[in-house]
């Protein structure tokens, strides 16, 4: 929930804490300075994470207020660092976190734990956030060190010169090992997607790795890089992800989809392959439902 008010001429002249309080009444100076903490308050349109700041008349706070529980620090372990040179970074993302700054929160994201990296390493170079993965998907994501590096990586990916290979645990049983989803993909809903005749272009191709019972480990290629795409072109096949309630997946602790590599040619032509093992979850969900692992997953 976003709350918004203007400031009046009674209320300016206070810190941005305390005049949070008084403008949203059910909030506290303590909670007020949480939410300021952890990048979810914004002035004239404007993140500020200043709780001192002081506030004049005419101006236009907003704040993001999240459910009991939601907020969670983002602490990685070293092994979460995939890959490092002088360009770029690569790191596995866990489910259930964001990719960057929502009206929410700047802590707790990804983006701002590559920033706070960045930082440690004595560099003032911004999180650039060049390519994105769902808040329930997992893997490997880049992150460029500086403009240079952000310009040629994100040609990478404009250009398709980029190899992503996905995990999906899925419902069902695919009807053939290899098949692929020429399917445009549209907005249907605030946060759904799906194929339609009008929507942009999108191509993923799909392989079988391993079925048992009622679920299946299959390896998805996206050739285009449309938001929601392998969940929708997995759902348009009859096989939703395991935990993806938005496109029908069957229950699970988190949503079962997950970025097993990217390959890429770096400024010099060399390529870069960064590779990222599932979480606990995953695997812990292939084994129960005996569903063998293919060598490296």
């Known amino acids: 929930m976003i709350l918004r008010k203007t400031v009046t001429a009674e209320q300016g002249g206070r810190r ?56 969670r620090e983002l602490i990685l372990l070293p092994e979460a660092l995939l890959y490092e040179d002088k360009a770029l970074i690569a790191v596995n993302k866990p489910a259930g976190i964001n990719t960057q700054r929502t009206p929410y929160q700047l802590k707790g994201t990804l983006e701002y734990w590559v920033s706070e990296y960045f930082r440690h390493q004595g560099s003032n170079e911004p999180a650039r956030v060049i390519h994105r993965l769902d808040r329930g998907t997992s893997g490997v994501m880049l992150f460029p060190k ?7 990586l994100s040609k990478r990916f404009h250009d398709g010169a980029v190899d992503k290979v996905y995990l999906a645990l899925v419902s069902g049983r695919p ?69 993806d309630a938005t496109y029908g997946g069957a229950p699970a602790v988190r949503m079962m989809l997950h970025c097993a590599s990217l390959v890429f040619k770096d400024e010099r032509a060399v390529e870069i392959r960064v590779t990222a093992p599932p979480d606990g979850a995953f695997k812990a969900f292939m084994r129960e439902k005996g569903l063998e692992p293919q060598r490296g997953v």
């Open 175 to 243: 009807g053939q090992d290899v098949w692929s989803v020429d399917g445009p993909i549209g907005k249907v809903g605030t946060s759904r997607y799906g194929v339609m005749a009008e929507g942009r272009t999108a191509l993923t191709e799909f392989r079988l790795l391993s079925t048992s019972g009622d679920f299946s480990l299959v390896e998805a290629r996206p050739q285009t890089g449309r938001t929601h795409q392998i969940r929708v072109h997995l759902e348009a096949s009859g096989l939703p992800i395991v935990g």
């Open 146 to 152: 500086h403009k240079q590096a952000a310009a040629w």
């Open 16 to 71: 941005l804490d305390e005049t949070m309080s008084i403008l949203f009444e059910a909030l506290s100076k303590s909670e007020a300075r949480r939410i300021i903490d952890r990048g979810g308050c914004a002035v004239n349109s404007a993140m500020v994470r200043v709780a001192s700041r002081m506030i004049k008349a005419g101006d236009i706070i907003e704040a993001g207020i999240m459910e009991a529980g939601r907020f």
